[in-house]
T-cell receptor
């Protein structure tokens, strides 16, 4: 079964540094997402992306965050200047279509980001 | 605002026991409902989903869930759990017809003892 793959599995960075989290969605999927889960808290929606544009973003997704699909296969999340509170597990997901009722999300294994 | 409540944070069962995990959601419109499972060290996997039709939906690995609209509930059940069901279970909703902005519950960590 095709999978969403994320790299790295664990990233440690110092506060103020930039990080890029990488994802390879399932090849025929058109919609891409980032979610995050701070330790002990709920999985939270960050952003959805379609046709090279952000389609929706949450209040968490401020100017420090950006997403990009630099080529036909990768989907990246960049955090410009990391803060301690950015430490979390970041999940990439993809779906064939939007949530019209028949296109569930497929998630990657996540990248655990630790900001020190 | 949409929200999802999962009543149990930790559940411990013996093999062959029956399982029911509660999920209630708060949303004024029509929703799609999901249960995801995360086995240790693995990604979130879809267990089952409800979009419309029969409110009793069957998923993988013997799981089922019942949508009760009047109670805004979507409880997950399994008649007889196995040790391999040890995992974290997440209930989630999204607004029907909208983007895939899933709202997750806090999760229920299930431990099944042999």
């Amino acid at each position: 079964e095709p999978e969403v793959t994320q790299t790295p599995s664990h990233q440690v960075t110092q506060m103020g540094q930039e990080v890029i989290l990488r994802c390879v969605p399932i090849s025929n999927h058109l919609y891409f997402y980032w979610y995050r889960q701070i330790l002990g808290q709920k999985v939270e929606f960050l952003v959805s992306f379609y046709n090279n544009e952000i389609s929706e973003k949450s209040e968490i997704f401020d100017d420090q965050f950006s997403v990009e699909r630099p080529d036909g296969s990768n989907f990246t999340l960049k955090i410009r200047s990391t803060k301690l509170e950015d430490s979390a597990m970041y999940f990439c997901a993809s779906s064939v279509r939007e949530g019209k009722g028949d296109s569930p999300l497929h998630f990657g294994n996540g990248t655990r980001l630790t900001v020190t | 605002a949409q929200s999802v409540s999962q009543h149990n944070h930790h559940v411990i069962l013996s093999e062959a026991a029956s399982l029911e995990l509660g999920c209630n959601y708060s949303y004024g419109g029509t929703v799609n409902l999901f249960w995801y499972v995360q086995y240790p060290g693995q990604h979130l996997q879809l267990l089952l989903k409800y979009f419309s039709g029969d409110p009793l939906v069957k998923g993988i690995k013997g799981f089922e869930a019942e949508f009760i609209k009047s109670k805004f509930s979507f409880n997950l059940r399994k008649p007889s759990v196995q040790w391999s069901d040890t995992a974290e279970y997440f209930c989630a909703v999204n607004a029907k017809g909208g983007y895939n902005k899933l709202i997750f519950g806090a999760g229920t960590r299930l431990a099944v003892h042999p």
